[in-house]
């Protein structure tokens, strides 16, 4: 089992990920309760997702809850366990139509019964051998959590043989994390804030990061196109001299 790889053009532009910051800020400067507010982002996905299609980008992978987000009230974990449920019967239709094949990834136990079986409906109904975009939504997932996960998994495999000690490298280490794609192009940060807050650490190595202030539920179409065009320019070296 592989996952997508990046041919090492310096201009490719075929791995996306987005840290989807602002639902918060949005919803109190729209006076509406903060679930309004993750409702409103979860539209803006859709959005998107249609870009990305279009302009033949070939994963999607979109921060939608951090480890770190479980230390939020517990109305709030709620209203989002039921907007995941909700957005998954809304969306894979449509998501079905496009092509677009589903990817959960993250410590998903944590979500209870509920949100796995619906998320793993959702990942049966979309699973594609050749889809128009593969989407990869990160859900109680931690990048350091995952660090650590991975070199557990992979010292039981060399205590049990499976794999030899001097086999361990980059594409080995990524083919084991939970992180269904091994290296992103472009990270994109919407709410202003300049950090990844535990986001993938291994596969942005080498990504670009831009970090727009505008919050995610009034990021359009239109803004995302932009960070596209100014990924266009430039020039990612990858330590070369050029
Ligand atoms: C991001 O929006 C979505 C999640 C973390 C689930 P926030 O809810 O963090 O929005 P702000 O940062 O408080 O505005
Ligand atoms: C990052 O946003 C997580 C998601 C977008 C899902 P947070 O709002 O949780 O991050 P911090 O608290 O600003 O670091
Ligand atoms: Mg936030």
């Known amino acids: 089992m592989g ?37 409103k982002g979860v539209g803006v996905v859709k959005d998107i997702v249609e870009e990305c299609i279009a ?9 939608a809850f951090s480890s770190e987000n479980w230390s939020r009230p517990k ?19 449509e998501l079905v139509e496009q092509g677009v094949k589903l990817n959960f990834f993250g410590n998903l136990e944590d ?16 699973s594609l051998e050749n889809p128009s975009l593969q989407l990869n939504v990160a859900l109680g997932y931690g990048g350091r959590k995952d660090i650590i996960q991975t070199t557990k998994l992979l010292a039981e495999k060399v205590k049990d043989g499976k794999i030899s000690l001097k086999d361990i490298n980059e594409d080995i280490f990524a ?13 994109i940060r919407t709410g202003g804030d300049k950090r990844l807050s535990n986001f993938l650490l291994f596969q942005i190595a080498y990504a670009e990061i831009m970090f727009i202030d505008k919050l ?8 995302f196109i932009s960070c596209l065009e100014s990924f266009k320019n430039v020039e990612r070296r990858f330590g070369k001299r050029i």
């Not at 995610?216 to 803004?223: A, E, I, M, R, V």
Request: net charge neutral; glycine share 4%; hydrophobic share 40%.
């Open 3 to 39: 996952h997508p790889k990046i041919d090492n053009q310096l201009t490719s532009l075929n791995n996306v990920a987005i840290i989807m910051d602002g639902n918060g800020r949005w919803a109190k400067a729209n006076k509406l309760k903060i679930t309004q507010g993750h409702a």
């Open 55 to 63: 302009q033949k980008i070939n994963t999607l992978t979109i921060y």
């Open 75 to 93: 109305s709030e974990i709620n209203g989002i366990k039921t907007l995941i449920i909700k957005a998954i019967s809304d969306q894979v239709p």
């Open 111 to 126: 979500f209870g019964p509920n949100v796995i079986n619906k998320i793993s409906l959702a990942e049966d109904a979309t």
């Open 175 to 187: 083919e084991f994390s939970v992180v269904p794609i091994d290296n992103i192009d472009l990270v």
């Open 216 to 223: 995610w539920p009034d990021f359009t179409k239109q803004d």
